[in-house]
C-alpha cells in the first residue's frame, strides 16, 4: 500500500464489499466509479454520523492503490494539522478529504483549500470531500471556494434501517467465518449503536474473542465484550 502522510493508515475493514448500501446505493456506486476513474472527477459526499461517509472515503483510497494509483486519505479533523499538510497533493492521483466542516471558517484553511482544489482540477486528479452538511450550509467563508464545492455531484448518505443493520451484521459475520444466531443479532441490535463503525468493530473483537477462547458466538460472550471497554 502506498504510504500515507502523518502516518494516516486505511483501516483494514474499509473496503466496498463491508459497506452495505442500503438507502445509499447511488452514492456507493459514484464513490467506487470515483476510486477507477469512471465518473466524475470531484465529489461531494454529507451526512450525519454514523452513515459511513469515513468508510467510503478510506474504501475509494484503497480501491484505487489496489489498482496501483496513489491516493491521499485526510481527515481534516485531525488534531495538529496546519493548512500547509495541503500543499503538493495534487502529485496524487485521487485525494479524498474527510470533514470538511471541520475546517470551515478558518481564513487560512479555505485558501489553501481553494488552492488544491484550482490544482487537482489542472492536473486533472480526483477529489472526494465528505462533511456533516451540504456545501451550501458547511459555514465557509470564502465565496470562491463554496463555488468549487458545488460544481461536482453532491450525495447525501442516509443511516441505515433496522432491517439494513442485521443484513449487515449477518454479511460481515458471515464473511468472518462466524455464525450468529437469531438471538445474538438482537441482542448486538438491541445493546450496540446501530451505527456501522460499532457494528463492525464489535463484529472484529467477536472474532479474535472466538478463536482465543475457542467458543461460540454467543450471547453470554457478546454481553461480556460489550461490558469490557474497547482495545
Not at 502516518?7 to 483494514?12: G, M, P, Y
Not at 442500503?22 to 459526499?45: K, R, S
Not at 496524487?92 to 478558518?106: I, N, R
Request: proline residues 8%.
Amino acid at each position: 500500500m502506498q504510504q500515507l502522510p502523518l502516518s494516516v493508515e486505511l483501516r483494514a475493514e474499509t473496503d466496498f464489499n463491508e459497506y452495505l448500501p442500503g438507502p445509499n446505493a447511488e452514492a456507493v456506486a459514484a464513490v467506487a466509479g470515483w476510486a477507477i476513474g469512471n465518473g466524475h472527477d470531484f465529489l461531494y459526499l454529507f451526512g450525519p454520523p454514523g452513515t459511513g461517509k469515513t468508510h467510503l472515503l478510506q474504501a475509494a483510497c484503497r480501491s484505487a492503490i489496489d489498482l496501483s494509483a496513489t491516493a491521499i486519505y485526510l481527515p481534516l479533523g485531525q488534531a495538529g494539522l496546519e493548512p500547509a499538510v495541503l500543499d503538493e497533493l495534487e502529485r496524487a492521483d485521487l485525494v479524498a478529504l474527510d470533514d470538511l466542516q471541520s475546517v470551515a471558517g478558518d481564513a487560512d484553511w479555505e485558501y489553501a483549500l481553494f488552492a488544491l482544489y484550482n490544482r487537482l482540477l489542472e492536473a486533472r486528479r480526483r477529489l472526494l470531500v465528505s462533511a456533516n452538511a451540504p456545501a451550501a450550509e458547511v459555514p465557509i467563508h470564502l465565496p470562491d471556494l463554496r463555488s468549487r464545492l458545488t460544481w461536482g455531484p453532491g450525495y447525501r448518505l442516509r443511516p441505515l434501517t433496522e432491517s439494513d443493520c442485521e443484513r449487515l451484521l449477518l454479511l460481515s459475520a458471515k464473511r468472518r467465518g462466524l455464525q450468529l444466531g437469531s438471538n445474538a443479532v438482537g441482542y448486538i441490535l438491541r445493546r450496540c449503536p446501530r451505527e456501522p463503525r460499532n457494528l463492525l468493530a464489535l463484529l472484529d473483537r467477536l472474532d479474535k474473542a472466538t478463536l482465543s477462547r475457542k467458543r461460540r458466538p454467543t450471547v453470554p460472550l457478546i454481553r461480556e465484550l460489550l461490558q469490557m471497554p474497547p482495545p
